[in-house]
């Protein structure tokens, strides 16, 4: 079984600041791990994923990730917010050999200028 | 490549009539998702389609939804009849292969609103 916690449901930064969003899993297996984001009244695009290669993986728009096995966490990181980084983000596991993903319930970001 | 294609975005209906949303894949894309997101609920998968068969329908709320794939490029999402408390956002997404490891790529949605 698998599951994720974000453990944050809002964060609320300044333009050209850190952002960091934090994501907690649990999976019986090897995961896959992703992090989508979400702007109002679009769909979800993916930002990265980690599969078992390297366990810092950069994303697109600056964004990146580092996979702490030890730790059972999967945050996200972006180090200079940008007011286009305002929207909803969601972390995401799929456990290796199966169909199913487990979604978090998401944080929503707040950029202010 | 196109991404995935979800028809109507919005669709405004009364209730009690049928509401049928459309979906075409990526093109090699052999998994196919159907996915529902509400505020309260979150997102929430309704079927999965692997090779055109349904594998797991199980959350399909009740007997008034069904899905469809005939073939490899077009699924269908039917509601009938509609109720206010389906008004959700309506996901299609479909990946290569079955298992964890590959990328999930979602459609626009279909915004739906039962009145």
């Known amino acids: 079984a698998q599951s994720v916690t974000q453990l944050d449901s809002h964060v609320s930064v300044s333009e050209g600041t850190p952002v960091l969003l934090r994501c907690n899993y649990s999976s019986s297996y090897s995961p896959s791990l992703f992090w989508y984001v979400q702007h109002p009244n679009k769909g979800l695009q993916l930002l990265l994923k980690y599969t078992s290669a390297a366990t810092l993986v950069k994303g697109i728009n600056g964004f990146e990730a580092e996979f702490k096995k030890s730790e059972t966490s999967f945050h996200l990181t972006k180090p200079s917010a940008h007011m286009s980084d305002a929207a909803e983000y969601f972390c995401v596991v799929s456990d290796r050999g199966d169909y199913k993903l487990s979604f978090g319930a998401g944080t929503t970001v707040t950029v202010r200028a | 490549d196109a991404g995935v294609i979800q028809s109507p975005r919005h669709e405004v209906t009364e209730m009690g009539q049928e509401v049928t949303l459309r979906c075409k894949p990526i093109s090699g894309h052999n998994s196919l998702f159907w996915y529902r997101q509400t505020m309260m609920r979150g997102l929430e998968l309704l079927i999965y389609f692997n090779n055109n068969v349904p594998i797991d329908d199980s959350g399909m709320p009740e007997d008034r939804f069904s899905a469809k794939m005939p073939n490899a490029s077009f699924s269908t999402l039917k509601i009938q009849p509609s109720e206010p408390r389906d008004s959700a956002v309506y996901f299609c997404?479909?990946?290569?292969?079955?298992?964890?490891?590959?990328?999930?790529?979602f459609g626009e949605g279909s915004w739906l609103t039962v009145v």
């Open positions: 997404a479909s990946r290569r292969g079955g298992q964890g490891a590959s990328t999930i790529y």
